[in-house]
Each structure stands twice: as structure tokens, then as C-alpha cells.
């Protein structure tokens, strides 16, 4: 579906796919990022975004805790034959991560103002039975 839409005197066209059954991985992972926000402000962050996507890579939650902003990537195993979720944040993953919040804090004017925090959160398990682990400063950028 495409629409034109007017924006600062320019017109733009946006186009959408819209899924009537999307596919299972995709549906799992949004539900995980709910869970894991969820989980989150009932721990006390608060949400500052969600899905900050760049051409570099997504982050799936932006929080705030206290002055700190968190950067925090969810991931989702139903079971955990294949390992944790948590070790599926390879190098190459932290680094878009990296790449994304740079950008992030740039755009939104933040660069020299908040600390900032990397947090995984892993969920495992069926989505009513699952089992949260919290990963707070899971990795850091290297300067």
C-alpha cells in the first residue's frame, strides 16, 4: 500500500508491505520486544523509543534509566537446543548496535549530554511460560 504525503513542501511517497499472516520469527520477535518493555518499566526505565532503525542496523528498544540511556537488544529462543539467546549478539551485531546509537545520539542532539548503557535482554521459552534474563551493561563501546 502507498501513499503520497506532503512534508515541508516536498512530496513523499511511502509505501508499506502489509503481512495478512506474517511470518512466525517476525511475530515471535515483536512480541519479545513487548514482553522485554514491559519488563523493563515495571523495573523502573522508562521508554524513549522503539525500533530506531538506520541504514547501519536497528536498535529494538531505547530506554531511560534515571540519566543513563540504554540501548537494548532482545532476543528470543523458544528453547535453548542452539544455545542462549543472549550469545546470539555476535561482535558483528554489538557493532551495528554501536553504529546505530552513535547515530541515535547525534540525531537527537544527546552525544555529550547522558551516559549511556548496552543492555541485552534474553527471553526463552513458550511466550505465556518464558523465562527473562536482564543483561545490564552487556557490552561497551570501545573509544
Known sequence: MCHTLLINSCQVRVCT???K???QHLAA????ETI???YLTSKGLELIERNFRTKNGEIDLIMRDGLTIVFVEVRYRKNTRFGLPHETVTIKKQRKILKAAQLYLIEKHLFDEHECRFDIVAIHGTIPNHNINWITDAFYAQI
Open 21 to 23: 499472516n506474517p511470518p
Open 17 to 19: 508491505i502489509l503481512f
Open 29 to 32: 520477535g515483536k512480541i519479545a
Open 36 to 38: 522485554a518493555k514491559k
